[in-house]
């Protein structure tokens, strides 16, 4: 059974930054495309960044080299450093895992950007 587990989130101030990790199982990790996604509220969910098994990231336009996506396949986590926060960077944040065609969710975290 796959699972994911999001941390990490929580209340910062604008042009803070929070780290958010994402704990896989029940699948072959290091095979598997892992990808951050946020919803703000009363808005539609959006790719924040993904990153493939062989490590190659790819990030939203609104990131603007502020976040960065990485991942330990030895701890089958995901991480999103975000710094520079901003008030519009406020919402759920979910981790996703693409595996054979499926994709997965976590129940998200809810990161808050004060300003």
């Known amino acids: 059974q796959v699972q994911l587990v999001e941390s990490g989130g929580g209340l910062v101030q604008a042009g803070g930054s929070l780290r958010l990790s994402c704990a896989a199982s029940?699948?072959?990790?290091?095979?598997?495309?892992m990808g951050w996604y946020r919803q703000a509220p009363g808005k539609q969910r959006d790719l924040v960044a993904r990153?493939?098994?062989?490590?190659?990231?790819y990030y939203a336009d609104f990131v603007e080299g502020r976040f960065t996506i990485s991942r330990d396949n030895a701890k089958s986590t995901v991480y999103l450093q975000m710094n520079s926060l901003k008030p519009e960077d406020t919402g759920v944040y979910s981790c996703?895992?693409?595996?054979?065609?499926?994709?997965?969710w976590g129940k998200g975290t809810l990161v808050t950007v004060s300003s």
């Open positions: 029940g699948m072959p990790f290091s095979l598997t495309r």
């Open positions: 996703n895992a693409a595996y054979f065609g499926t994709n997965y």
């Open positions: 990153i493939i098994s062989g490590g190659e990231t």
